[in-house]
């Protein structure tokens, strides 16, 4: 059964940073590629970033971009998601999710559908 669970969200100030990580089990983690997504209240889920399942290419939202920072460890099979400079706006449920393509290279990794695997999520509360 695969698994995977968020942690790192809190309560921080405008300005701060949060690292979140997202530790995955249940089948192979390499290669899959994984993406970070979250959902703000009233707000439909969309996505923040992804890494490819090599870790070689990574990809950013235009609202996240130059402000976080994405990467995996293959030997953990650990996702992270560096986050500095926090806004309001980021306030979210974050959500860490596999890509349910092995190997791809495709770049798409914005489209939800095509992830296989979720996590429950973790708050991120940005005060200002």
């Known amino acids: 059964q695969v698994q995977l669970v968020e942690s790192g969200g809190g309560l921080v100030q405008t300005g701060g940073s949060l690292r979140l990580s997202c530790a995955a089990s249940?089948?192979?983690?390499?290669?899959?590629?994984m993406g970070w997504f979250r959902q703000a209240t009233g707000k439909e889920r969309e996505f923040v970033a992804a890494v490819s399942w090599s870790g070689t290419s990574t990809y950013y939202a235009d609202s996240v971009k130059g402000r976080s920072t994405i990467s995996r460890d293959n030997d953990k099979n650990m996702v992270y998601l560096q986050m500095n400079s926090l806004k309001p706006e980021d306030t979210a449920v974050y959500y860490c999710?596999?890509?349910?393509?092995?190997?791809?290279?495709?770049?798409?990794?914005?489209?939800?559908?095509?992830?296989?695997?979720w996590g429950q999520g973790t708050q991120v509360t940005v005060s200002s």
């Open positions: 999710a596999s890509d349910s393509r092995p190997y791809y290279s495709g770049g798409d990794y914005s489209r939800q559908r095509l992830y296989g695997y």
């Open positions: 249940g089948r192979p983690f390499r290669p899959f590629a």
